[in-house]
């Protein structure tokens, strides 16, 4: 079992909707959860992190976090054509490795003008 | 401040060649971590240093080497190239935030192909 999921996509959302990317994680330990957008070539760039349950907004993204059901979302509002990337989800502490990240395989957003 | 940067950009090897990625980051940061981004298959971890002086393994450590040179510098060395080491490597370090949490910032990347 991989430590953290995400459904690969693509998932194509209009120009101007909410995009909505999700993740799930294995290891109730885990203590922050964070959310990469990754620019084909480029390499990952941190646009959110979280450490307690509920939701935290910066502008137009919002992550929220649930950790009784291990599982993290990244809602984009207003989605914008520069919003097409892949996300990824990365999650660190598991109990037992406590200074690694382990990071989701990414979900591709395709925002469609 | 360039945060994290990385040498070479892009570089083409022949299966048993040996070379060393190096990676260096300018913020002070206590951990560095190597990675490398496969099509469909995320980051994975390569090796990672805590602190100056400590190296320890990750997902995916046979083949390669590293060396904590002082707290800015963190290099990964490929001694046998082989061909399944085709792949972005990406070296990042993390800092601590306010509350004891940690944040991790990646380089631009180096490309292999191994021929």
């Known amino acids: 079992q991989k430590e953290v999921e995400q459904n690969s996509g693509p998932l194509s959302v209009p120009e101007g909707a909410i995009a909505s990317l999700n993740c799930t994680y294995s290891?109730?330990?885990?203590?922050?959860f964070f959310w990469y957008r990754q620019y084909s070539g480029k390499s990952p760039e941190l646009i959110m992190f979280?450490?307690?349950?509920g939701d935290k907004e910066d502008g137009r993204f919002t992550a929220q976090l649930n950790k009784a059901s291990q599982y993290v979302s990244l809602l984009i509002r207003d989605s914008q054509p520069s919003d097409s990337a892949t996300y990824l989800c990365?999650?660190?502490?598991?109990?037992?490795?406590?200074?690694?990240?382990?990071f989701g395989s990414g979900t591709k957003l395709n925002v469609k003008p | 401040n360039a945060g994290v940067t990385q040498t070479p950009k892009f570089q083409v090897l022949k299966t048993g060649q040996s070379m060393t990625l190096q990676c260096a980051q300018d913020?002070?940061?206590?951990?560095m971590y190597w990675y490398r981004q496969d099509p469909g298959m995320g980051l994975r971890l390569i090796y990672y240093?805590?602190?100056?002086?400590?190296?320890d393994k990750g997902e995916v450590p046979n083949g390669y080497n590293v060396s904590r040179l002082n707290k800015r510098e963190f290099s990964l060395r490929l001694e046998s190239a082989a061909p399944s080491q085709t792949s972005v490597y990406f070296c990042?370090?993390?800092?601590?935030?306010?509350?004891?949490?940690?944040?991790?910032?990646f380089g631009p990347g180096t490309r292999l192909l191994v021929l």
């Open positions: 990042a370090s993390s800092e601590v935030t306010s509350g004891g949490k940690e944040t991790q910032y």
């Open positions: 290891d109730r330990g885990s203590q922050s």
């Open positions: 979280i450490y307690s349950n």
């Open positions: 990365a999650v660190k502490g598991p109990t037992y490795n406590f200074n690694k990240f382990y």
């Open positions: 913020m002070n940061h206590n951990s």
């Open positions: 240093s805590a602190s100056e002086g400590t190296t």
